[in-house]
Nanobody, 117 residues
Framework: QVQVVEFGGGSVQPGGSLRLSCAAS?????????MGWYRQAPGKQRESVAT???????NYADSVKGRFTISRDNAKNTVYLQMNSLKPEDTAVYYC??????????WGQGTQVTVSS
């Protein structure tokens, strides 16, 4: 059974930094086609924050470009999100996703990130 587990959420003041980690285990795939981070703020729809393909191609939401960096360790099926210059509007539950196909599409339980003074 595939498990996707996030680590590293918490509370930080505006301008601060956090690093999220996510590990996907129990899969028959040595690496996933795509891994990424999504977030959902209260009263809003879930949105893509950053994704990275098996080959290393990255994509970022405009709102986080220049502040967030996604990276992955294929050997460990792990993905990271370094978040710098955090803003109150970054407050949300952050979800990790490990995607191979439409039928092999796995999500973590989410980790809360709160940016507040």
């Amino acid at each position: 059974q595939v498990q996707v587990v996030e680590f590293g959420g918490g509370s930080v003041q505006p301008g601060g930094s956090l690093r999220l980690s996510c590990a996907a285990s129990g899969s028959i795939f040595s690496t996933y086609n795509m891994m990424g981070w999504y977030r959902q703020a209260p009263g809003k729809q879930r949105e893509s924050v950053a994704t990275v393909t098996r080959g290393g191609s990255t994509n970022y939401a405009d709102s986080v470009k220049g502040r967030f960096t996604i990276s992955r360790d294929n050997a460990k099926n792990t993905v990271y999100l370094q978040m710098n210059s955090l803003k109150p509007e970054d407050t949300a539950v952050y979800y990790c996703r490990a995607y191979e196909t439409q039928l092999q599409d796995y999500w973590g339980q989410g980790t809360q990130v709160t940016v507040s003074s």
